[in-house]
């Protein structure tokens, strides 16, 4: 079985990219990925947000069980309006997740935008997926300890696990807080075995971020020498505990 814990699905504003819903089907069925997690593009307004939003939980009833969906509202916006439009998402559209993007978002996950997502993620009883990489100081996985550490109930994923450069950080987050796990696209594959044998298979999963990716992503896990109970926790099973996924296996 195969999860995708980071999917897109709509125009990012800020990176000027159109994710394009045939080609994130095409690639999907292509690989045969079981189950995608799928945010929005940034958005900077409501709006906007909110037809991402409506496009993604169409696009799960259409593909029942395929598409779950994870929720990015601006964190900028209005708390009120905020914390409805993502508790909308979360129980009225069934989302399982929601996403803080420090570079995108401008947000600094330790301010009180940002630690509105965390409040409002735990209260929804929903995980958190977290840029990491690109954009420091913000986007740096470090900044995540203190936050995991405030929120210890909360589950929080590292996106992209800091990148190459900041791998070393993700490892130390994830050492130090047992609520922080790490979603492992763009890694090098030498970083993503280090990963397995010292943080654990069940604290890493797979995610793509771009639909072109999926392919290399799998490669990675598939050639750098897990046993195939590695593989259902790296490539499902962690995916399917955190975001609370029933799955056959």
């Known amino acids: 079985m195969i999860i995708d814990a980071h999917a897109h ?45 409506n496009a993604i939980a169409k696009l799960s009833k259409k593909m029942s069980g395929k598409i779950l969906g994870m929720a990015n509202p601006n964190p900028h916006l209005p708390t009120e309006i905020y914390c409805r439009e993502l508790r909308r998402c979360i ?11 420090p570079l995108a978002h401008a947000v600094n996950p330790k301010g009180v935008n940002g630690k509105k997502v965390f409040e409002s993620a735990l209260d929804l009883g929903v995980p958190v997926m977290v840029h990491t990489g690109t954009g420091g ?6 900044t995540l300890i203190s936050v995991a550490m405030e929120f210890p109930k909360l589950k929080i994923i590292l996106a992209h696990s800091g990148g190459q450069l ?45 639909p072109e990716n999926i392919p290399s992503e799998l490669a990675k896990y598939r050639t750098v020498g897990f046993t195939d109970e590695e593989l259902k926790w790296c490539l499902a099973k962690t995916a399917a505990k955190v975001f609370n996924i029933a799955t056959t296996e």
């Open 9 to 53: 699905l709509g125009y990012d504003y800020v990176f000027e990219e159109d994710f394009i819903l045939e080609n994130l089907v095409s690639k999907i069925k292509q690989n045969k990925v079981d189950i995608s997690i799928v945010q929005p593009g940034t958005v900077l307004d409501l709006k906007g947000v909110i037809k991402q939003h």
């Open 91 to 101: 129980k009225d559209l069934r989302f399982v997740g929601v996403k803080l993007h």
């Open 137 to 142: 100081p913000w986007a740096l996985p470090s």
């Open 166 to 210: 900041y791998s070393d950080e993700a490892a130390l987050a994830a050492k130090l807080c047992p609520n922080i796990y790490l979603e492992t696209s763009w890694i090098p594959s030498i970083t993503l075995l280090s990963f397995g044998k010292n943080i654990g298979v069940n604290r890493i999963m797979f995610g793509s971020d771009h």
